[in-house]
């Protein structure tokens, strides 16, 4: 049976999904069932999980209208590619 | 791009240069390209170890060492028991079932990029960018204990935001709603 620091230093080195296939199951079942870490290694999992959503979503979804870059920043970038590909 | 690097960058100045100099290294290596992703991943890629290679810098240049009671009480207890010394309070709302929501990311992207800059570094290092405790705790001058301790923190200041700002987003939709 593992102990509530392994679940708690298995989390905090890796994220569980990539844990070896025997070593999650014995660690959701603790967490699940613990009631002294249970709460905070839940909190854990589900904040790995949100932030790999998060990961998924930024890579195929159109960002918010204030996570664009202005016009003018574009302007300025083309504006240093074109100035580097005239002078190479 | 400007998003992937303002999120962990939370500069739009630094972002912005950042996706410049992708663009500049993108056009040096341009020869190299075989096609073997598409151009996007190849760019992504650039982008990403120009970012990792500027959190690095940040890293080391912020300072960590001011270390609250609070924080040390936790760091002793991480230590020794592997949790922290006060429980994560409960959710306000579900998040798994906001998961399939567009606007919840969006939501949380600027609540990540609204973290302190030392919960932000270490965050952005340990969960998006997936760098090793060993790595992290080099740039930052910390012990794995503490960084468990600026994680913790980070992740509950991101809930304490997201909460916020998701009630006040879903509020503001309900009273156009009804306004309609």
Known sequence: MLRCKQVSDALASGKYWELPRRKRIGLRMHVALCVVCGPFNRFIMLMQDMTDHYVKHEQNDPPPPDMKLSEEARKKIREACRQNEATS | MFRYAYVRLKDHAVAQDI?????????????????????????????RHKLIDHL???????????????????????????????????????????????????????????????????????????????????????????????????????????EKNWKKRNTGAREINAAV
């Open chain 2, 19 to 47: 996706v410049q100099e992708t663009f500049l290294a993108a056009m040096k290596a341009k020869d190299r390209y075989q096609g073997r992703s598409s151009e996007r991943s190849w760019l992504m890629g650039i982008l």
């Open chain 2, 56 to 162: 690095r810098k940040a890293a080391r240049e912020v300072k960590v060492d001011d270390m609250e009671s609070e924080e040390f009480v936790d760091t002793l207890m991480f230590k020794e028991a592997g949790i922290p010394h006060w429980r994560p309070p409960k959710w306000q709302f579900n998040p798994r079932k906001v998961f399939e929501q567009k606007e919840f990311w969006d939501v949380f992207s600027s609540c990540l990029a609204k973290l302190d800059k030392r919960m932000n570094l270490a965050f952005t290092m340990k969960e998006l960018e997936d760098l090793s405790t060993e790595e992290i705790c080099q740039e930052l001058g910390v012990e794995p204990t503490y960084l468990w301790v600026i994680l913790y923190r980070a992740r509950n200041s991101l809930k304490a935001c997201l």
